[in-house]
């Protein structure tokens, strides 16, 4: 009775989360990503771009690029438009245009088994060969595998001008020029210094520095571990030491086309048992 009373407030009070009920409106913007593949980074360096006079933090990245699941109704209804929205979710219709940000697998698996143990959802003495049995199988999060995830963005909107597609190493490599990139796309007009700037208060120091402040003030972080970090490496390449041989082996057996479409050089000859997207013609012409 007192759980739907409370609800009832929030309701009524625009305090309650929107998740898949959110309203949609025709210039939204999504930045979507499967999980750990940099969305948070790149959330900062828009807000940062967008509202240079208020600098993102944990505690406000929420109000200023809101996710459903997290920032309230209310919030969003005073959000000034265009908003640019957090997502994880798979193709959705909805979505007017979309920033997708892929990574490397081999890297996801990698900053997720990290993530799931600073959340507490495992062990340190969890081995990280059955994290990877469930990571490939889809069991680590609610927005599917990898591959189904990317591949039902790239298969209905690849190629389409509301479509960005953005890689994470690329991100990490020329971070200035991927903004610039997004701010074309968003048709916004930003000089090299408000990109430098941006790209500055979003740095991996200055990530990190925020976060040991404000570790619980933010969902991401709130409750977790304190002596492991949110914000780790921040860089691409870290499977070819944490990852056995054999875990690399599955993952490229599983989504060696779809690596290879993106770009991503395969180190094993195993043969792939996932569909070949590009065989089914499903994707366009490898990178």
């Not at 240079?52 to 438009?81: C, G, V, Y």
């Not at 088994?113 to 889809?138: C, N, Q």
């Not at 903004?179 to 991996?204: D, K």
Request: hydrophobic share 35%; charged share 25%.
């Amino acid at each position: 009775m007192k759980r739907h009373l409370v609800s009832g407030v929030k309701k009524a009070f625009g305090l309650n989360y929107p998740g898949r009920t959110l309203v949609i409106l025709p210039d939204d913007v999504f930045l979507a990503s499967f999980p750990k593949s940099g969305n948070t980074w790149s959330r900062f360096l828009l807000a940062n771009l967008l509202y240079p006079k208020q600098p993102a933090t944990f505690a406000n990245i929420h109000r200023l690029i809101p996710e459903p699941a997290s920032t309230t109704k209310r919030d969003f209804s005073r959000m000034p438009r265009p908003r640019i929205i957090k997502s994880h979710e798979c193709f959705d219709p909805r979505y007017p245009r979309v920033i997708y940000i892929v990574r490397d697998p081999r890297d996801v698996a990698v900053s997720q088994y990290h993530y799931h143990r600073k959340l507490k959802k495992i062990g340190d003495d969890s081995p990280i060969e059955t994290f990877v049995t469930r990571f490939l199988a889809g069991e680590t999060c609610p927005h599917g595998s990898w591959g189904e995830n990317v591949v039902t963005w790239l298969a209905t909107r690849e190629g389409d001008p509301r479509f960005l597609l953005l890689r994470y190493e690329d991100m990490v490599a020329d971070t200035a020029g991927e903004l610039t990139r997004i701010a074309g796309f968003l048709g916004i007009s930003a000089g090299a210094e408000q990109i430098a700037l941006a790209v500055e208060r979003s740095s991996v120091a200055q990530m990190r520095k925020l976060e040991q402040s404000q570790t619980d003030d933010c969902s991401l972080t709130k409750g977790s571990r304190k002596d492991l970090s949110f914000v780790r490496a921040a860089s691409s390449g870290g499977w070819r030491s944490e990852l056995p041989e054999s875990l690399v082996a599955r993952i490229e057996a599983a989504w060696g086309p779809l690596m290879r479409h993106l770009g991503y050089e395969l180190t094993s000859q195993v043969r792939s048992e996932a569909r070949d997207y590009e065989v089914l013609g499903i994707l366009s012409t490898p990178r």
